[in-house]
T-cell receptor, first 113, second 112 residues
Framework: AQSVTQPDIHITVSEGASLELRCNYS??????LFWYVQSPGQGLQLLLK??????LVQGIKGFEAEFKRSQSSFNLRKPSVHWSDAAEYFCAVAAEGAQKLVFGQGTRLTINP | NAGVTQTPKFQVLKTGQSMTLQCAQDMNHEYMSWYRQDPGMGLRLIHY???????DQGEVPNGYNVSRSTTEDFPLRLLSAAPSQTSVYFC???????????FGPGTRLTVT
């Protein structure tokens, strides 16, 4: 069965600094990979997704993620964070063609002014 | 479009009580799903539906029932609430499978 690990429960960065959130997945074939963001008290919003093709995917709000098959990773990056990026971030994986999504535990991002 | 709506926003139940969490979407999405969110555990899939009349179990289905009589609605029923069901519940929908799911605002449920 597929699984997702987000090693960092909580990350704090300064406004304007770069950001990388880690995500490792476990799945034998090529997975569908997603990053979602949850602002406090809100539902989740899709940031970006990878299905196939170019391993560097661009998303909304200036985020990007890189799929590395050899490392089973799909890390999320942003070159310069803004205070409004403070939220919880979830990585998720689905088996190709599957109807079920498996989420990681989430990483809470705090931004220092 | 209202997107995905959930009612109620908050609910407190006593152990053994039953209730239905409502979920509706106006995007004509075929796929709908229910998740529960607990601290440190991310979101876990409870049940999902790929279309009207078709439902299936997710990762944590015990204690929950669903039905899908229309494309728009996907209610989640707790038949006999237990404290372990204290959680935040999210409904989501998408045009197909797990591709870009749109999430509702959530229902915070407390069972005492």
């Amino acid at each position: 069965a597929q699984s997702v690990t987000q090693p960092d429960i909580h990350i704090t960065v300064s406004e304007g600094a770069s950001l990388e959130l880690r995500c490792n997945y476990s799945y034998g074939a090529t997975p569908y990979l997603f990053w979602y963001v949850q602002s406090p008290g809100q539902g989740l919003q899709l940031l970006l997704k990878y299905f196939s093709g170019d391993t560097l995917v661009q998303g909304i709000k200036g985020f990007e993620a890189e799929f590395k098959r050899s490392q089973s990773s799909f890390n999320l990056r942003k070159p310069s964070v803004h205070w409004s990026d403070a939220a919880e971030y979830f990585c998720a994986v689905a088996a190709e063609g599957a109807q079920k999504l498996v989420f990681g535990q989430g990483t809470r991002l705090t931004i220092n002014p | 479009n209202a997107g995905v709506t959930q009612t109620p926003k908050f609910q407190v139940l006593k152990t053994g009580q039953s209730m239905t969490l409502q979920c509706a979407q106006d995007m004509n999405h075929e796929y709908m799903s229910w998740y529960r969110q607990d601290p440190g555990m991310g979101l876990r899939l409870i049940h999902y539906s790929v279309g009207a009349g078709i439902t299936d179990q997710g990762e944590v289905p015990n204690g929950y029932n669903v039905s899908r009589s229309t494309t728009e609605d996907f209610p989640l029923r707790l038949l006999s609430a237990a404290p372990s069901q204290t959680s935040v519940y999210f409904c989501a929908s998408s045009y197909s499978g797990v591709h870009e799911q749109y999430f509702g605002p959530g229902t915070r449920l407390t069972v005492t």
